[in-house]
């Protein structure tokens, strides 16, 4: 009986279980932005925004007092150059409001470029450990600059009540303005973050690029000073429809023409759906090369 027992099939040994090969590989081509996964990841895109407040001022003498020192020190400056020795006089405005109100939309733009192309690499040890949506991490770069652009503008304020300076109906189309300041900075911050991963050289160029950026806008100057023939090709910068669009919002300037307005949204939408391009297509490298 037991040797008739030991050979029942019924006590063989199980056969080993061999578990299957699976292998991960990238998609190819052109991956669409998952607009719900970003919105199932809102609360981690407010902490990044929140995260990067709160780096930016700790630590410091003054705090968040540099949200106002930094615009009105430059306004100081470009007043003294431009409009005291270079003799640079606006329309309607005098010349430190007429400056600020410029200065304004560029350092909030300024600022999220700056902190959108850096951020891939900021949060190096994030991307290499856990998993969520890479584009969040500019995004929330891009959203923090909204509280220094706030305090500064309680500023701008300040100085239209004392240049008695009142906005008509076209500041209802102050936040227009806003929303392409900062997508310009997403558009362009795409596009340097992704390749800031690949080169880290990148990030020395983005200083220049918002120096040089800041001289080809009219934010020390009128446009009406840049020659004819130069206007159209003057107006893809996305940033030339911004400041005009701030001055005439909030002082009554000449409302900025259709076809300047027309050609920086279509260079900003351009620029955006390029980044948003490229961005994806490399998000699946950044994790191996950061």
Request: glycine share 4%; proline share 8%; net charge positive.
């Amino acid at each position: 009986m037991s040797t008739m027992a030991s050979e029942s099939p019924l006590l063989s040994p199980p056969l080993p279980v061999v578990a299957p090969l699976i292998k991960l590989r990238p998609r190819p081509g052109w991956i669409p932005v998952d607009f719900k996964e970003l919105w199932q990841y809102r609360e981690l895109l407010g902490f990044f925004a929140v995260r990067d407040i709160k780096v930016r001022y700790k630590q410091t003498l003054l705090g968040v007092a540099w949200a106002v020192v930094q615009p009105v020190m430059t306004m100081l400056v470009f007043t003294l150059l431009f409009h005291k020795l270079l003799g640079v006089e606006p329309t309607n405005a005098s010349y430190p409001v007429f400056l600020f109100a410029a200065l304004l939309p560029w350092q909030l733009f300024s600022y999220a470029l700056t902190q959108s192309s850096n951020s891939l690499v900021a949060s190096e040890r994030l991307i290499t450990k856990i998993y969520f949506p890479r584009l969040i991490l500019p995004l929330g770069s891009v959203i923090s600059g909204l509280v220094d652009f706030a305090i500064a503008f309680v500023i701008l304020v300040g100085m239209m009540a004392w240049y008695r300076i009142v906005p008509g109906i076209a500041v209802l189309t102050l936040p227009i303005f806003m929303v392409v300041a900062l997508l310009a900075a997403l558009a362009v911050g795409l596009w340097l973050s992704a390749l800031n991963v690949t080169y880290r050289d990148v990030r020395h160029t983005i200083p220049f690029l918002t120096q040089f950026w800041l001289f080809i806008t009219p934010v020390m100057y009128p446009s009406s000073k840049v020659p004819e023939a130069w206007r159209a090709l003057y107006a893809l910068n996305p940033m030339t429809g911004v400041v005009e669009g701030f001055r005439w919002a909030l002082l009554g300037q000449a409302a900025p023409p259709l076809v300047v307005m027309l050609v920086s949204l279509s260079a900003t939408v351009l620029l955006l759906v390029g980044g948003l391009f490229y961005f994806r297509r490399m998000e699946k490298t950044f994790a191996d090369i950061v």
